[in-house]
């Protein structure tokens, strides 16, 4: 199964659905946009009167997130040459 697959919601809008799984079972769901998916009643009041008060901090968390995934990238790559270099020692 691909990562991602085109997918029509209940009144036929198409959007991304991501793959997960569920019971067990692999399914496509839509992500959540960053800061819609509160269960804050107070920020989301607030960000139903001004929504243009959160735009710092949700580009601050985004920012946050992308930094965090390229260091994950930057140490998975540092573990498969690990792995490599300590492969080659075995084969030697």
């Known amino acids: 199964m691909p990562k991602t697959q085109i997918m029509t919601d209940d009144k ?8 997960a799984m569920r019971g067990g079972n692999p399914v496509y769901v839509r992500r959540s946009q960053l ?6 009643p107070f920020e989301a009041l607030g960000r139903m009167i001004n929504p ?36 080659l020692q075995l084969c030697l």
């Not at 036929?12 to 793959?19: D, L, M, Q, S």
């Not at 930057?74 to 498969?80: F, R, T």
Request: charged share 25%; hydrophobic share 30%; glycine share 10%.
């Open 12 to 19: 036929g809008r198409p959007f991304v659905g991501h793959k």
């Open 52 to 87: 243009g008060s959160y735009k710092d901090n949700d580009q601050r968390l985004l920012e946050q997130k992308q930094k965090i995934s390229i260091k994950d990238m930057h140490l998975s790559k540092l573990n498969l040459l690990l792995m490599r270099v300590s492969y």
């Open 35 to 40: 800061g819609t998916g509160t269960t804050n």
